[in-house]
């Protein structure tokens, strides 16, 4: 899947729109809310060893106890996805976060079905 960037500029323009992600199974568009995206480090391990290695540029960095993850020098996020048109469900991952002082990216990096 390529990665799409959904928005470049900055924060408070982030935020205030909503993104429309493509079903890639009824091809509808689905609303999502940047503030839905919560970070990676909260899905549980299962599901990360699951779908965290089939990221292209995936970067891991520990410290101490805690790992965090980004793609492209963005921090790694997700939201669940369901589509209200034809009931399939995903994972979506992101890339969210600061890339240069006050610039903003949020990109989508790829949607795993879950059902
Ligand atoms: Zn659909």
Redesign the pocket.
Same mark, same amino acid.
């Given at each position: 899947m390529k990665k799409i960037t959904l928005f470049d500029g900055d924060q408070e323009e982030l935020f205030a729109h909503d993104y429309l992600i493509k *079903?890639p199974?009824?091809h509808?568009n689905i609303q999502l809310k940047p503030s839905s995206c919560v970070t990676v480090s909260r899905l549980t391990d299962d599901t990360l060893i699951e779908f965290l290695p089939k990221l292209k540029g995936l970067k891991t960095i520990e410290m101490g106890d805690s790992k965090f993850y980004k793609v492209d020098d963005l921090p790694l996020r997700y939201s669940h996805i369901n *589509?209200q048109? *034809?009931d399939?469900k995903y994972i979506g991952i992101f890339g969210l976060g600061e890339y240069q002082p006050s610039r903003f990216i949020f990109k989508m990096v790829s949607l795993f079905s879950t059902v």
């Open positions: *079903c199974n009824c509808e *589509c048109y *034809c399939a």
